[in-house]
């Protein structure tokens, strides 16, 4: 098993979602052998959003081979869709940032949701290029989302949902911690609904071969 993390926190290891993530992959280590487990983690705070050479790429009939601009941010869209490739299940943590993914998430999908390498357009629409995996995302809020309790509106699960799916990628679980800015209780309590939630999970292993 090949796990791809891509934390999407400002505030890293010490976020809400980043501690939701490593609930999920100590599931997936134990429906698994773990002395087979592979990390990879990824820290999309860090990473520029994606460059004019990019933009120019994009909107061309081919993917250009350099020259004497370079290929700008293409180099790590290539790395960056390569580590998806080699990843048999990704995890991505999340916070939700005005009512959606965080900026930090959006410039990973600007790099990875790319024309003929990721997605074709046909016809019917965008049809996905990567083989179908598990994607587990770690969603952390300040306030409820979701349920009786929500009074804002969410915009993070089916935007995530609908633009994975763009590039193959339709086996999309979430699991949330919500209501984090209401108090050391509600926290609590919105930890264990995320256990519960993550008991009713099948954490399914793929064959090797489904990787790539
Ligand atoms: C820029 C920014 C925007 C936010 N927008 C929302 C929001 O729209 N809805 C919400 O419930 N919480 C919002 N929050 C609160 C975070 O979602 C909350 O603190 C969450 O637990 C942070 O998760 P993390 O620890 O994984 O970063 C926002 C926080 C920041 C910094």
Same mark, same amino acid.
């Given at each position: 098993m090949s796990i791809l993390r891509i934390c999407c926190s400002?505030? %890293?290891?010490? @976020?809400e979602s980043y501690r939701l993530s490593q609930r999920i992959v100590e599931r997936l280590a134990t429906a698994g052998p773990s002395d087979r487990m592979d990390i990879v983690e990824f820290d999309a705070t860090t990473l520029a959003h994606a460059d004019g050479q990019y933009a120019v790429a994009l909107a061309s009939p081919v993917d250009p081979e350099g +020259? &004497? +601009? +370079?290929r700008g941010s293409l180099g790590m869209s290539d790395q960056l869709i390569r580590m998806l490739e080699d990843a048999s299940h990704i995890v991505v943590a999340t916070p939700m940032h005005n009512f959606t993914v965080p900026s930090s998430l959006k410039a990973w999908l600007d790099h990875v949701v790319r024309v003929r390498n990721t997605f074709h357009i046909t016809p019917q629409g965008k049809v996905g290029l990567l083989k179908d995996r598990p994607v587990y995302v770690a969603i952390s809020s300040?306030?409820?989302? @979701? %349920?009786?309790? &929500? #009074?804002q509106p969410d915009f993070l699960t089916p935007y995530l949902r609908h633009v994975l799916g763009t590039i193959g990628l339709t086996q999309v679980t979430f699991i949330s911690v919500e209501s984090?800015? #209401? +108090?050391p209780e509600l926290l609590e309590e919105a930890r264990q609904q995320a256990e519960i939630a993550l008991d009713r999970i099948a954490f399914d292993l793929l064959p090797e071969e489904m990787i790539g």
């Open positions: 400002p505030q %890293g290891l010490a @976020s +020259g &004497a +601009g +370079g300040g306030g409820a989302f @979701s %349920g009786p309790e &929500a #009074r984090t800015a #209401r +108090g």
